[in-house]
């Protein structure tokens, strides 16, 4: 079963965290279902760019980004080349790294 390494975010998990994933989970899922919020506006339909993260380790066992993905990404805070967004992202067999930058272009954050 692969693992996901979240780097430590000072307001999201502080300490970081390495926690199971399933094939073909979105990093976003396993990181919610581990009570890591990370922002997604969009309710995961690839139309914000709010669940922006870097992938630092396993990039290239990812499926490649599509064009609506990489249009969304444009619009996200500070992109790297390994940038992905969350919610698009699935796992696949390799552990991944990733970075939950500190953060968002997200308008319409509740629960402020």
Not at 18 to 36: C, Q
Not at 73 to 93: F, I, M, N, T, Y
Request: charged share 30%; glycine share 4%.
């Amino acid at each position: 079963m692969p693992k996901i390494t979240f780097l430590p975010n000072a307001d999201l998990c502080p300490e970081g965290i390495t926690v199971e994933a399933e094939k073909g989970e979105s990093i976003l899922e396993v990181a919610l279902r581990n009570d890591i919020e990370i922002d997604h506006a969009c309710e995961m339909s690839c139309a914000c760019s709010t669940c922006h993260c870097i992938v630092r380790k396993g990039f290239d066992s990812l499926e490649p980004s599509d064009e609506q993905e990489d249009d969304m990404l444009d619009k996200a805070w500070g992109v790297e080349p390994h940038s992905r967004l969350s919610c698009q992202a699935r796992v696949d067999d390799e552990d991944l790294t990733v970075e939950i930058p500190r953060y968002s272009l997200n308008h319409a954050k509740e629960d402020h």
